[in-house]
């Protein structure tokens, strides 16, 4: 009874959020300002979406679900049509398929099998199991190779694969790029390159394509934060859908990834030269990537696979022009964020209630303000480790996703960001990966409006957000990201932590943008488009 009185509390709260805003005709007026997203309806929304009650909004999880029936409400009450029709009414609004969920335990420690006797670690003390796909009971014994640096230069004399074979097998690699005294050995590009954490993701990638069983990373100083506030996880989605397993083109998703702590490396090590004191130290006497003789490794899995359906929540303002209405701008940001972290909820209020948020406030806005274009908002399932909700929409959307003229992606505005130089600065990923255009016209805005400090990034890796769904497919993209706080994906991602100026000034600038994409007579980066 106290859990249903705690239920209709919630609804009614969720209700009395709701704000009916009557749709007034088209028009080119002044850009959008401060009046059109009050701070109070801001909190509203952050407060209720990054809510212990919610759980952290995990895909296939009750408080996902919730936040979704959330987001609908919404939706329905600022005046937008669903734009996926369905003779179920409870399903109006939902862009709905089906992920593959893999719930994985690692029951029995890891074993390692030398000459002399058999030596064991246990999970999240000694190492933290990070991502697995694979399915089924896995027992067999792993060879292990150790690959070093995991760099493939050898223009720049530096090949740690050469004369190695690692598919089918364990591979170690460490974090970082060789050094010889203090001194770097590649050139400062190579350095710079690979001695950072983009430049991990990249040796990962690399390492991911020869096919290797397993992968240990051995964790040092740069790492220690980040294995320190990462939980073993229980559970991975994947999905194949055309024949496309989206698993293998994100990054994370290895078929086995452990973080190890040095010691453990070394055992591993074993007889060998190798040992990561003098490594780290740039003892390169100390330095032997191959194949270590002797040794074999247990890494015992325990998977149980099902199929769930996850939901996508999407709504729709026609357009006013008679022709340019068959054409779409998609305004999306990802709803899903992380498992709890030691019992404690991750409430994900950057990421990615402030970029939900900003969906929601931008759908209230073009219900007064249409364009000319449909406009198309979405808040996305399945982002977290592998951005499979956006990628299946890409896929399915009805008469091919040709007709998507432009998309737009919110991914942590909430706040400015830890490497962050001003307060009101962002990043902008991607854009001239499909449409270089994109960029003086966002600075153009910008300095017309909230004149932020916008850095221009490529993305390190693929799959940073939403935003590659819709690169993948040449459609140009709109993507702001803060560049991550020193709270992402950790339970201190609160609602009080967000700079509530911060996304008004995230609101204005997304909205006098969309008027732009929305209204232009000719589409962006088409061949006779112009601006």
């Known amino acids: 009874m106290k859990k249903t009185r705690t239920m209709i509390r919630v609804w009614l709260a969720l209700l009395s959020m709701v704000i009916l805003i009557p749709a007034v005709s088209a028009g080119n007026g002044p850009r959008p300002d401060e009046t059109e997203f009050p701070i109070d309806e801001l909190k509203g929304q952050i407060y209720f979406l990054a809510s212990d ?23 329905m009450a600022a005046g937008l049509k669903p734009f996926i029709a369905s003779d179920n009414p409870d ?8 992920l593959n969920r893999n719930d994985y335990h690692c029951d029995a420690p890891m074993i390692l099998k030398t000459k002399s006797g058999d030596k064991t670690f246990e999970l999240d003390k000694d190492f933290k199991l990070i991502r697995t796909i694979t399915g089924g009971m896995v027992e067999a014994d792993l060879e292990t190779v150790f690959v070093g640096y995991g760099i493939e230069e050898p223009d720049a004399d530096w090949n740690d694969y050469e004369d190695l074979e690692v598919s089918g097998k364990n591979a170690v690699i460490l974090f970082g790029a060789p050094f010889n005294n203090g001194e770097p050995i590649l050139n400062t590009e190579l350095h710079e390159k690979y001695n950072s954490k983009p430049g991990l993701s990249i040796k990962l990638r690399h390492l991911m394509e020869k096919k290797p069983a397993a992968i240990m990373l051995v964790i040092n100083d740069d790492l220690q934060d980040y294995y ?3 939980e073993s996880q229980t559970q991975v989605f994947s999905n194949e859908y055309n024949g496309s397993d989206y698993r293998m083109a994100m990054l994370d998703n290895f078929y086995r990834l452990y973080l190890i702590k040095p010691y453990v490396a070394d055992a591993l090590f ?23 003789p002797g040794l074999s490794v247990n890494l015992p899995v325990r998977v149980e ?17 008679s022709i340019l209405k068959n054409e779409y701008l998609l305004i999306g940001g990802h709803l899903d964020h992380e498992p709890n972290f030691n019992g404690i909820v991750n409430n994900g209020a950057d990421d990615n209630a402030s970029g939900v948020t900003t969906v929601i406030e931008l759908a209230r806005y073009f219900v007064k303000h249409p364009l000319k274009r449909t406009i198309l908002f979405a808040a996305w399932s399945a982002e977290e480790g592998g951005c499979y909700g956006s990628r299946n929409f890409v896929e399915t959307f009805p008469g091919g996703h040709e007709q998507i003229v432009a998309a737009m992606n919110f991914d942590c505005v909430g706040r400015n960001g830890k490497n962050a130089e001003e307060r009101f600065q962002t990043y ?9 255009e994109m960029l003086p016209l966002v600075d153009r805005i910008n300095a017309e409006t909230v004149n932020f400090r916008i850095e221009k990034e490529m993305s390190p890796r693929w799959g940073t957000s939403d935003q ?3 690169i993948n497919v040449g459609i140009p993209v709109v993507d702001f990201f803060n560049g ?33 994409l929305g209204n232009m007579e000719k589409k962006m980066c088409a061949d006779d488009a112009s601006l």
Not at 63 to 75: D, H, N, R, S
Not at 91 to 98: A, K, T
Not at 496 to 515: F, T
């Open 53 to 75: 009650y919610l759980g952290g909004r995990v895909t296939d999880e009750p408080g996902y679900t919730l936040a979704a029936e959330y987001v609908k409400t919404q939706f």
């Open 91 to 98: 399903d109006q609004y939902f862009h709905q398929f089906n």
């Open 228 to 230: 320190d506030r990462r």
């Open 270 to 292: 074993g007889s060998t030269p190798n040992r990561i004191e003098d490594i780290e130290k740039g003892n390169l006497e100390r330095y032997a990537p191959g194949l270590i």
């Open 305 to 321: 696979e099902k199929e769930v359906l996850a939901r996508n929540v999407v709504g729709m303002i026609e357009g006013t022009d």
């Open 428 to 436: 902008m990923l991607d854009a001239v990966k499909v449409c270089p």
């Open 468 to 470: 590659e769904s819709f």
């Open 484 to 516: 991550g706080t020193v709270d992402l994906h950790r339970p201190t991602d609160d609602p009080e932590k967000i700079d509530y100026e911060y996304l008004q000034k995230m609101c204005i600038l997304g909205a006098a943008i969309a008027e732009e």
